[in-house]
């Protein structure tokens, strides 16, 4: 049987996609253990001749071009293609370390897990070290996934799980179409549904950062839909957070972490407005927006998760209406002047 099934999408990463694809072929399986479904999302360089010459020498990776786009629209390909007991999805242009997997999906299969979680490393490097995973597996808890919720602040991704496919079948999750940022809504359905989940902090996935990252520096189109992304995300998580109200299973915690990471996205989306090209006049619509969702000012959001000091002040400059005001444009009038110096 294949153990596992990893999904990788592309969209023109052709600058990173060996480095990620060897990563994947130096796993502790067989190679008739399990599967690399690599998905195109319309890429227009050379990513699909890459694939090709992998697929001439490795069996047991497959290729598909479907007709349709965007990220989650195609993991949602790749829950559908899968034949894996376990599932896994690794973006493109990041990598994972060398022989882990088989220790995972042996874990997972020990103690019959819906879900292994591990540590995710933002790096500008080529490569991160294997962990000795052995170590922290010998004892590791093991969480009634909402428990986890309540417990614990978690990443609002899936490339650090590893899912049974079963699972997530039997309980009908994929990535909702027309979320802003599906992953989050994904991530927290799987920890509510879950039954079995342990997490090591082990760092398994790295988030490779480079420049041509539209959320590091997104050109001023994107970061207009980056921001509706944002407050279109806090839509679902709150409509999500309204029916498990409803289901009464979930405990005041877990409540209020479920909020919280809702109304983090309204707090990032402010900051990122900040160096946005929307004009004052139209911060100013956004807000009125915002306060009429009961988003703003910002409430119950300083829990457990977000008490830095940079959170807080950012906190009250943003609840400040006038102070954001002044800040938004103090900010702008400096900065060309700061680039020229940086």
């Not at 998580?237 to 498990?244: E, G």
Request: net charge positive; glycine share 6%.
């Amino acid at each position: 049987m294949i153990q596992l099934s990893i999904v990788v999408p592309i969209y023109n990463t052709d600058k990173y996609l060996g480095r990620c694809l060897d990563s994947l072929l130096r796993q502790d399986l067989s190679y008739n253990e399990y599967e690399i479904i690599v998905i195109n999302d319309g890429s227009q360089n050379k990513s699909g001749e890459i694939i090709k010459s992998y697929m001439a020498e490795y069996p047991h990776i497959s290729y598909c071009e479907p007709d349709i786009s965007g990220i989650f629209e195609i993991r949602n390909v790749g829950i559908t293609l899968a034949r894996g007991k376990y599932i896994y999805f690794v973006d493109s242009d990041d990598y994972i370390s060398t022989h882990v997997l088989g220790k995972v999906t042996s874990f997972m299969n020990k103690e019959e897990l819906d879900i292994f979680g591990f540590g995710i490393i933002k790096t500008t490097e080529s490569s991160i070290p294997t962990p000795p995973i052995e170590k922290n597996l010998k004892g590791l808890t093991i969480y009634n996934g909402q428990n986890y919720i309540s417990k614990f602040n978690f990443v609002n991704e899936s490339v650090w799980l590893v899912i049974n496919l079963n699972f997530l079948r039997t309980h009908n999750i994929v990535y909702p179409p027309g979320a802003g940022f599906p992953k989050g809504i994904f991530t927290v359905q799987l920890f509510y549904h879950s039954k079995r989940v342990a997490v090591i902090p082990d760092n398994i996935y790295a988030d490779f950062q480079h420049p041509s990252s539209i959320l590091l520096n997104p050109s001023p189109e994107q970061n207009r839909d980056l921001l509706r992304k944002y407050e279109s995300t806090t839509d679902e998580y709150m409509n999500f957070r309204r029916v498990v109200e409803l289901e009464n299973t979930l405990s005041a915690s877990g409540l209020e972490r479920i909020r919280s990471k809702s109304i983090s996205y309204i707090f990032f989306m402010l900051i990122r407005a900040v160096k946005s090209n929307l004009s004052i006049k139209e911060i100013g619509q956004m807000l009125r927006r915002l306060r009429s969702k009961n988003y703003y000012p910002i409430k119950g959001f300083m829990g457990s998760d977000y008490r830095s000091n940079i959170s807080r002040s950012w906190l009250f400059i943003i609840n400040n209406k006038i102070l954001f005001m002044l800040f938004i444009a103090v900010y702008r009038s400096l900065n060309p002047w700061l680039k020229r110096f940086s």
